[in-house]
């Protein structure tokens, strides 16, 4: 179930806080926006003045009492920055119940009171654990380019790893034009084909291989090879999301190259650079948005949530849910993509 919540910050200032010092942390990928989000909720406690500690490195840094003291200013001149000021990790060691009692030392020795987080499933994920565990509040913010947590129409990161995306294939189109090649542009996305099927859709794709869809995206392959490109076609973008269930690029450009050995195949993996950049204006406004929300929801005695945009509005999910079920593809998109191929 998704609570559908408005933003006034002013009306939960009037309550009775018992909070008084709170975390912020980043985990997991980075994310253009992560800056954005730990600026907006660093000032969005102070406002409601609550103290805030900084964990750098992600968990590692909270098992570690890595920790420091954010005021309104140290934020200042952060907000159009890629990565994270905070740095951020995947720490294998709080995912052991020894590693999240130390961690948990740490904290109470801090005198912190809740923390929210800014990352993915897997941070969420140790959140539950750890809150569950030991009574502590946890909130999370869903920052990661894949964009694929249940509940929320968006993560952070998502939008600006898009932009990337298109802009890079813009680039290829031309050298695929004018040399009358096929390129398969590899796209991050872990085990979702979102940044694969909107970049399609936005790049004019000609066909798009994504996890959700596989099979059914092999035949459109094999179809536009045989009859697309050898009868109408020149040039053919194919954006292939990366992992395991699709094979990746070079997989399928190795058995294209067998089976149509005279056609022009290049491979081009793009890699870490979708992380990377400075945070579109909408990763910056989604992300402030959801920094005032976090705060909101800790002061309002919530705990265990991920905050979500949903229809444009602020919701809260049960972090249970958020980690266990999927983001589902929009399969008309799909239809959309092969309508404007077919
Ligand atoms: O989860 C975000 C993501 O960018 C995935 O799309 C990708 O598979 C993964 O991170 C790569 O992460 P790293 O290089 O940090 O291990």
Redesign the pocket.
Known sequence: MMMIVTQNTMAVERKKRKLKRIAVLTS??DAPGMNAAIRAVTRAAIANKLKVVGIRHGYQGMIDGDFISLKAFDVSGILHLGGTVLKTARCMEFMTSEGREKAYQQLKKAEIDAVVVIG?DGSFTGALVMSQEYNMPFVGIPA???NDMYGTDYTIGYETALNTVVDAVDKIRDTARSHGRIFFVEV???EAGLIALNSGIACGAEVIVIPESNEHQQDELHKFLSKGYKNKESSGIVIVA?GEETGGAMKIAEEVRKEHPDLEVRVSILG?IQ?GGSPTAKDRINATRMGVAAIDALLDDQKSVMIGIANDHIVQVPFNKAVKLNHNIDTYLLEIQRLMNS
Request: aromatic letters at 0%; hydrophobic letters at 15%.
């Open positions: 997991g990928g993915g990661t380019i894949d991050m996305g872990h990366e870490h992380r």
